[in-house]
């Protein structure tokens, strides 16, 4: 079910008037500035003439009978598209022309690449000191590996993240969504939004943005690495279980899985009386989280006995009945089904003159003025860049030129 979304109490969101000019691609660029278009901001997207981003050729699958791929689809919503030949000097002038008069610049090419083109912050602030450039690589713009090539899979190993993700038996396994990518796009996003504020409250200056996919995994780790630090002892990998929790993990069922949270005292004789055992409310290996913590490997075999005897129906209906945590391990149907994510406005839906009406995910930024929304399709190939060039001051014989020189 696709649900509405909370009504604005005004028409435009809280970055109105703001303009980002994206030169970035693929997943992590794109995330960031669809998460800028989504509070309101104009996100020009450029693309090369000859295909555009390359995730547009990212399919099967594809969104209905279209040839619009469910990849580039979904994240690059609220942006106007225009080609530009960035590899020859008029297009790159052209660039130039249009990031003089933009707040926001968003590039996710090579380490070097935007110098190379005269395209860098050091050359743009000269024409707009006030703009706010932002620069997402894999391993940052300086070190020892600043050149390598990085893709999210190489950074969820680099970063650590698989050697905590897995079976403890098990082979290393990376998340099942692009992580690096859209953790680093998070990081953007709220690193250009500090960066407008401080310009705003400061002198009126631009400020420029590094932000790699390597340092934001390693954040993420985050306790991870605390408790790496306070032990020096690398932690490994628990399958679904929390290192210092229990019981806090997905335990099998007679037909299932269900997915359980005992993170607090008070939770443990509810839980324990939920599946009849009250008895191990006293049980010294088991009565207060420490204990529980040294002795998982008995308590996990003593509750996957227990478990095994419900279905995970059964089980979810005596958590609730006791206030216990639980959910089961639902799949994408089952959370677009969810009436309370369509409650909260996270199933959206757009027209697109080529795919018909495309459902997609929700922006979670809830702004009870200036809420974040969505409000136009993830756009065709150059399909505004008449519009954006004729707002620049760009004449219909300029624009013939440019296309008949290959730079748009």
Not at 128 to 153: I, K, M, Q, T
């Amino acid at each position: 079910m696709v649900g509405e979304a909370r009504q604005p109490e005004t028409d435009t969101g809280p970055l109105d008037g703001v303009t980002v000019l994206d030169a970035s691609r693929v997943l992590v660029g794109p995330f960031c500035t669809m998460q800028l278009g989504d509070l309101g901001a104009d996100v020009i997207k450029v693309e090369r003439p000859d295909g555009g981003d390359q995730t547009r050729g990212w399919h099967p699958p594809t969104y209905g009978e279209s040839e619009e791929s469910a990849y580039y689809l979904s994240v690059n919503r609220n942006k106007r598209s225009m080609t530009l030949n960035l590899a020859s000097e008029d297009g790159r002038e052209l660039f130039r022309d249009l990031a003089s008069e933009a707040d926001i610049v968003v590039s996710n090419f090579r380490v070097g690449k935007m110098e190379e083109w005269g395209l860098d912050y050091q050359t743009l602030r000269k024409e707009n000191p006030g703009l706010v450039y932002c620069a997402l690589s894999g391993y940052g713009e300086w070190g020892p590996d600043r050149d390598r090539p990085a893709y999210d899979l190489i950074m969820q190993a680099e970063g650590g993240l698989m050697s905590i993700t897995g079976e403890k038996d098990g082979a290393p396994v990376r998340v099942g969504v692009a992580i690096a990518d859209i953790g680093a796009g998070m990081y953007a996003t709220q690193a250009i939004l500090a960066a407008l504020l401080e310009r705003e409250l400061g002198d009126g200056t631009g400020q420029k943005i590094d932000v790699s996919l390597l340092d934001g995994q390693v954040a993420w780790m985050s306790y991870m690495a605390s408790n790496y630090f306070a032990t020096g002892t690398p932690p490994g990998r628990m399958g679904s279980k929390h290192p210092t929790i229990a019981p806090y993990q997905a335990f099998p069922t007679a037909d299932g899985y269900v997915v359980i949270a005992v993170p607090s005292p008070n939770l443990w004789p509810k839980f324990c009386t939920a599946i009849g055992r009250d008895d191990l409310v006293d049980d010294d290996r088991f009565h207060d989280n420490a204990s529980r913590v040294e002795n998982r490997e008995e308590l996990d075999a003593l509750l996957e006995a227990e478990f095994a005897e419900y279905t995970t129906t059964e089980i979810l209906d005596l958590m609730d009945d006791h206030g216990v945590p639980a959910t089961a391990v639902k799949d994408m149907e089952d959370v677009f089904d969810n009436p309370q994510v369509a409650a909260r406005g996270m199933h959206q839906s757009v027209s697109h003159p080529t795919a018909g009406d495309v459902e997609m995910a929700g922006s979670p930024m809830n702004l009870s003025k200036t809420p974040a929304s969505v409000r136009s399709h993830p756009p065709l190939l150059g399909e505004h860049t008449e519009e954006v060039l004729a707002e620049y001051g760009y004449t219909a014989a300029d624009i013939d030129r440019l296309e008949d020189g290959d730079i748009i």
